[in-house]
């Protein structure tokens, strides 16, 4: 069956990547940013359902919390390219990806990467959706290694 992009954890993973990107260049909280990003930003014409709030503000906020653990692995991954030298959005959707693969074994990994490579092909272009797509098996199966 397809998705849709009415699909809500689809839908929730673009609201957290856009509050990342406010977060990244505001430099405002996470937290502050999903405020704000919600309250004034959003753009349906509808509020957001409270479950995709919830996920969306969870992963945004997750994400900046594990940076610690998830750029290292990211900056060993992509092996001469530190994560501040990459493209925003490049980061920002390696950083979302890692953070799900890390914290959520309910979802199975391949929905994760797939989902990353959605936003990627939405907001970046084919070569991003490329790299990224590279970068994300080898960090599943570092993270698989780990565990």
């Not at 501040?84 to 959707?93: F, S």
């Not at 199975?108 to 990353?116: F, K, T």
């Amino acid at each position: 069956m397809a998705r849709t992009r009415k699909d809500p954890r689809h839908r929730a993973r673009e609201a957290a990547l856009q509050i990342l990107y406010q977060w990244e260049i505001g430099g405002r909280p996470a937290e502050q940013s999903a405020e704000t990003f919600f309250t004034r930003q959003w753009p349906d014409a509808a509020a957001p359902a409270d479950d995709l709030r919830a996920f969306a503000t969870r992963l945004a906020v997750d994400t900046v919390d594990r940076l610690g653990e998830i750029d290292p692995l990211i900056a060993d991954t992509a092996e001469r390219w530190r994560p501040e030298r990459m493209a925003v959005l490049d980061r920002l959707i390696l950083r979302m990806a890692a953070c799900e693969l890390l914290r959520d074994r309910s979802t199975p990994r391949p929905v994760v990467i797939n989902e990353a490579l959605e936003l990627a092909r939405t907001f970046t272009t084919e070569e991003s959706v490329k790299f990224i797509n590279g970068m994300l098996d080898a960090i599943r199966k570092k993270i698989d290694a780990m565990r």
